[in-house]
């Protein structure tokens, strides 16, 4: 080991070496292979000063190199050995079969740090990159503290940020100070890796930041132009980096969703969902600060349906319920719900062909069904706007009725009538002026001869159709104003001597 190695004497040198790398976002260890390297061959920065005079002073990188004389055997070159470079890896596993599932996210975890330790022998020893690391990322901090004021409105100073804050406790407390401009976040869960979608306010590019499964504890991570790799599950890096995003105690987020890559003819099973699941596990610290989120997008898969064929095939919405918990009430007002589409994968699996005709022959509903935990939740108790534009969720009134507005993919005569029968239980009318949303036109005429055929008052005016009924118990006047892509209920009470008349 040679300990006469400027590297060694000179700190301020090593540092000024790792400079383009750190800002290149070079990991510690691909430095530190690097830098052991130079020792062992007797290499030197090119702006060291060494006996005879400077070597090579024309501009360049500091990354040049120059070999010299080892002290040991003056007169002879260091050791001829290739330079060191880290092995990319461009392969994806499947994250179902090698990720190791979390029920647990202790405080380091939370963190992201990474854990530099000094083991067997080497040249230079990695705890001492990593102070250099250190030193520099808090010279980059103290620049965004000059530049942005601690308000971060770009993807390059973000990206710096997430990258940097791994090296250390001091840094990532340091991290922590940062409020982000963000507009947007979008965590998809693929089948051999995780994507999170970063959309900076009052900016229409979009960044993508991916997370590649290379095993049970090993992924690369993709920030842009940078690849690294982590001894750690794609699904905990990814989860962190967003629960890191989500954590500021100032920021207000207007969008927050959660989605699932589409079908994949490759992979013959539902999309592991499990990434999600520990983002729900780390909001679930009650000590951290809630975050704020105007709109929340959520997909569902309808896997534990096919799991069990004597199960009641309600799918547990547990990590659904866990995130409303961090999300203050007061402040959501959207929640948008989608299920996966699994119809081709249904359709390529005789089994699971089988298990949806013995459904079907039972009378079992095959919509998602959202339960108890998700609907006592404060958050969804004072949401304003209901979105379940999908034909896989159920279409329940009975659990929509404290929204303002709900959101459906279509309503025909017999879904009309079936919210109507509703509306007119006792307790069950929604608040005035609730209005459901319907994307797909509606035909009024067919709606119009259908509720006529049903006894119910119908009356056409222009482009759309005044419907009125009475509640159950003979109290209420229930008006429903129906044109092609909207329905809007109002109520009133019953004056003394009103009757129902049919038309």
Known sequence: MNRNHVFHKKPKILRTHLEPRFAAKCSIRESHREVCWMIRTNQLP?????????????????????????????????????????????????????????TIMDNERKQGVEKYKNE?????????????????????????????????????????????RRHSQKCY???????????KLKFTVGYT??????????????????????GQDRCAVVYGATRFYLDKSCDEVSAVDLYFLLKHPLLRLPELEFAIEPYDLEYDHFPDISAIAIVGLLLMNKRSCQTHVKKLGYMFTRESMFMDKLSTFSLDTSVLAQM??????????????????????IAGDRELELIVSDLV?????????????????SAWKHAKVLNVED????????????FETVCVLNMDAKRILHAKNIFQQKDMLPGNGFTIQVR??????????????ERINVRREENELSVSCLTNDDKKWIFFKIDNRKIVVTHRKKRRGEVEVYN
């Open 46 to 102: 090119t702006n060291v000063v060494v006996p005879g005079g400077l070597i090579n002073r024309e501009p360049q990188s500091n990354n040049t190199l120059v070999t010299v004389a080892s002290d040991r055997n003056s007169g002879t070159v260091g050791v001829s050995e290739a330079r060191p470079v880290e092995v990319r890896n461009d392969e994806k596993e499947l994250r179902v079969d090698a990720v190791k599932r979390r």
């Open 120 to 164: 067997g022998i080497h040249e230079i020893q990695i705890t001492k990159i990593r102070d250099s690391y250190e030193n520099l990322t808090m010279k980059l901090f103290k620049r965004l503290d000059r530049d942005t004021g601690r308000l971060i409105r770009t993807q390059e100073d973000l990206l710096n940020i997430l990258f940097h």
């Open 173 to 183: 407390q340091a991290s922590k100070n940062y409020q982000f401009q963000l507009e």
């Open 193 to 214: 890796d995780v994507k999170l979608e970063i959309t900076m306010k009052d900016s229409p590019e979009v960044t993508t930041l991916e997370y590649w499964c290379q």
């Open 324 to 345: 409303l918990i961090h999300l203050p009430s007061r402040y959501l007002h959207e929640l948008s719900l989608r299920v996966w589409n699994d119809s081709e994968l």
């Open 361 to 377: 022959e039972r009378n079992k509903v095959m919509e998602l069904q959202l339960d108890g935990l998700v609907l006592s939740r």
């Open 391 to 402: 034909r896989l969720m159920a279409k329940d009134w009975t659990k929509f009725l404290h």
């Open 440 to 453: 797909d036109d509606m035909n009024l005429l067919e709606i119009q001869n259908y509720l006529i055929a």
